[in-house]
């Protein structure tokens, strides 16, 4: 620190600032994701001083939606804080997608927003907008700062709550954070942060009992998005019990002897059967799970601890914190399995290239311990139809909305932070969503990430959705599909990641992509999986069919 950037004037501006990321970094927040800004330059100033000390890593993006889902992936990553920070106006504005998917998808992301004073709030003043309530009711909380408090003991008394409230330390619900900083000019100059007023430390809450599950019921266990650690621990007590887990992807459950891969299509055959439920994490992925979660004649049970359990049928009719489970009812996974198998076996016999190959590849090219991000659509769906492993990799998906947007941003961020390979698997309505993420501004590393898109020319989900399935019976509306779903790009795919120093790579066959994942060049890659998505709709019938004659002959059995 020089004396000249030492602005005496903008003390209060510069003191904040330096204060507030030095108690972020004293509580272990470890990462700031930072957009250029006039009002935010006290906040910049500090970051890029901590940085140089060591203290934390600073990521600098220019698009602040990107930058929001970029923190939001480093932050899936870590299971930790990571804060992101704005300018005033639109430049907040731009995080509330990401403050959105952090909220519902439990992800610890403190939004550090520069304001304007409260006095100039109303009055017409440029970039000035009432920023406090501007993400709504989205953020676990929303804390007002202000540089004109002078108040430092007050300012790290906040931010130690905003870090508390963000990774759920007592609530046990991380979520979004609102950080409103209000500062006054002069805004340039750097601060030596005063000391703390006193210690802090947190007592973590008692140890969960476990609930019992009484023995006698069939039983199944739907898993649905679950960080790493917790459904890992889903899945190794499944495998122990050996009570059917009807695991998506994103649950990192999905792997070992008691893990059905068909079992969407399995469900509506086996469903009669089913008794009991036990529900964790958050599954999103399918109307046939969707169902089986609206029945009120069997028992549903939701393990969760913070209070805010799923319950998207209704029907959850016992709430537990943590649960206990008991060795499941002989011969039960059994026929789940014989009648998976069939499907599998149907499945490998009459799939072609299509999503489902694509996302198999992708999957098989992966060890234990790499790391895999899934889009929102049909990426993630052809993932929950791939074979079961006997140990997962890590995966991730944005399903707290399971919107499309900012994926590459997410994928980026967990590629940035510690640990193995990441690929990612996306769309490409989802790529194009998201391609501006693609640009990093000169000097800031490249994440080490290949990211397969499965290019089959626009919005193949909804083929499968009653607006694909339907076309031929509802008229004249079947005229719209391709414009109103499919939405189809005239995009260069290749072209286009050109422009961002980005080559592409093109596969046309399993072969091709097999060799494309084998080369393990560092930096950032693309392979663009070209696919057909004529015959989609169909594809979801013939499942459909062969799912129920699958479970027919599980039962002869």
């Known amino acids: 620190m020089t004396d000249q950037l030492l602005d005496q004037g903008g003390a209060d501006s510069s003191l904040v600032a330096a204060i507030v990321l030095d108690e972020l970094a004293a509580l272990g927040v470890s990462d700031l994701v930072c957009c250029p800004g006039s009002r935010s330059a006290p906040l910049a100033y500090a970051a890029a001083n901590l940085d140089s000390q060591g203290r934390l890593r600073l990521h600098v993006r220019l698009d602040e939606r990107s930058a929001g889902y970029f923190a939001l992936g480093i932050a899936k990553a870590t299971g930790r804080a990571v804060v992101v920070v704005t300018t005033s106006g639109t430049a907040a504005a731009n995080l509330a997608p990401a403050i959105a998917e952090a909220r519902y998808g439990r992800v610890p992301l403190i939004a550090l927003t520069a304001d304007r004073p409260a006095t100039l709030v109303g009055t017409g003043a440029n970039q000035t907008a009432d920023q406090a309530g501007i993400f709504g009711n989205l953020p676990l909380a929303v804390i007002r700062l202000a540089a004109t408090d002078r108040a430092p003991d007050a300012w790290r008394a906040a931010i130690r709550r905003a870090v508390v409230t963000a990774e759920g330390q007592f609530s046990q619900r991380g979520g979004a954070v609102h950080l409103n900083l209000e500062l006054t000019p002069p805004l340039l100059g ?153 499907l599998r076996e149907r499945i490998t016999r009459e799939t072609t290239w299509s999503g489902e190959r694509v996302a198999a590849t992708v999957l098989a090219s992966l060890t234990p311990g790499c790391r895999l991000v899934l889009g929102a659509s049909n990426p993630i769906r052809d993932a929950d139809l791939a074979p079961i492993p006997a140990a997962s990799p890590l995966v991730y998906a944005n399903r707290g909305l399971a919107g499309i947007d900012g994926t590459i941003a997410t994928a980026c961020g967990i590629a940035r932070s510690p640990g193995e390979r990441v690929v990612a698997l996306i769309g490409d309505l989802t790529a194009l969503h998201d391609i501006g993420s693609l640009a990093l501004p000169v000097g800031e590393p490249a994440p080490d990430l290949t990211i397969v898109v499965a290019d089959d020319r626009g919005g193949s989900l909804f083929a499968s959705l009653e607006y694909g399935q339907a076309r031929s019976q509802i008229g004249d509306l079947a005229d719209w599909f391709e414009r109103l779903f499919a939405v189809e790009m005239n995009l260069d795919l290749a072209a286009v990641c050109a422009g961002f120093g980005i080559a592409v790579t093109k596969v046309a066959d399993e072969d091709q992509l097999r060799a494309a994942l084998v080369e393990k060049t560092p930096g950032l890659r693309v392979v663009q999986a070209i696919l057909d998505r004529d015959r989609r709709a169909e594809r979801e019938r013939l499942l459909a069919t062969w799912g129920r004659e699958a479970v027919r002959l599980a039962g002869r059995a």
Request: charged residues 20%; proline residues 12%.
């Open 190 to 342: 750097l601060a030596e942060p005063s000391p703390s007023g006193g210690p802090f430390s947190l007592d973590p809450p008692e140890p969960t009992r476990l609930a019992r599950l009484d023995p006698g019921l069939r039983t199944v266990i739907v898993a649905g998005d679950l960080p790493p650690g917790v459904g890992r621990a889903w899945g190794e007590e499944a495998n122990r019990v050996q009570i059917p887990l009807l695991a998506e992807p994103s649950s990192n459950a999905r792997f070992g002897s008691a893990a059905i891969a068909g079992y969407r299509h399995l469900l509506p055959g086996f469903s009669p059967q089913i008794e009991r439920v036990v529900l964790v994490g958050h599954p999103t992925l399918s109307r046939q799970v969707t169902a089986l979660l609206s029945r009120p004649d069997i028992e549903i049970i939701a393990v969760d601890r913070s209070g805010e359990w799923p319950d998207p049928g209704w029907a959850v009719s016992r709430v537990v914190p943590g649960l206990r489970l008991t060795i499941g009812e002989p011969g039960w996974l059994a026929r789940w399995a014989k009648a998976d198998a069939a």
